[in-house]
């Protein structure tokens, strides 16, 4: 695997687009165009760009397994968030505050929509029972 492989999938790594890609690594517009994306279908840039996605992930990276543990903890109001509140102590003097608060309403109605989306629960379900023969007709001219 040459040097400028190797950038195009450091670079594909980094935004997500082949083209791009394939531009900022330093191939041609028309190569980009026409043949980036059958350089990730070679076997030694998939092995590479595994190898670089297995690099990057640490303690630090949130796996699916957390982002779901977080959302379900924000929309059960879980979560606290911390606000800062200005207090008056008298003659025109205050001080700031710190105070814990549950995560509002907007916050767990996003975090349920979002684990709504992850589980398809918005999508229509509909089951149609039919027996017999289906008679597909061509009527247009």
């Not at 517009?29 to 297995?54: C, F, G, M, P, V």
């Not at 207090?87 to 700031?96: A, H, I, K, L, Y």
């Amino acid at each position: 695997m040459n040097e400028k492989q190797k950038r195009f999938v450091d670079e594909y790594i980094i935004h997500a687009n082949v083209y791009r890609a394939a531009i900022n690594a330093g191939y041609s517009e028309n190569y980009a165009r026409t043949n980036a994306s059958k350089l990730l279908a070679k076997d030694s840039i998939k092995d590479y760009k595994d190898k670089r996605l297995e690099e990057m992930k640490n303690k630090r990276t949130a796996d699916a397994q957390e982002v779901m543990e977080y959302l379900t903890s924000v929309m059960r109001g879980e979560m606290k968030d911390e606000t800062l509140l200005v207090v008056p102590t008298g003659d025109f003097e205050s001080e700031v505050q710190r105070h814990d608060q549950r995560a509002d309403t907007s916050q767990r109605t996003k975090a349920a929509e979002l684990l709504g989306k992850r589980y398809a629960m918005w999508t229509e379900k509909t089951e149609i029972e039919h027996s017999g023969a289906v008679q597909f007709v061509d009527d247009i001219e």
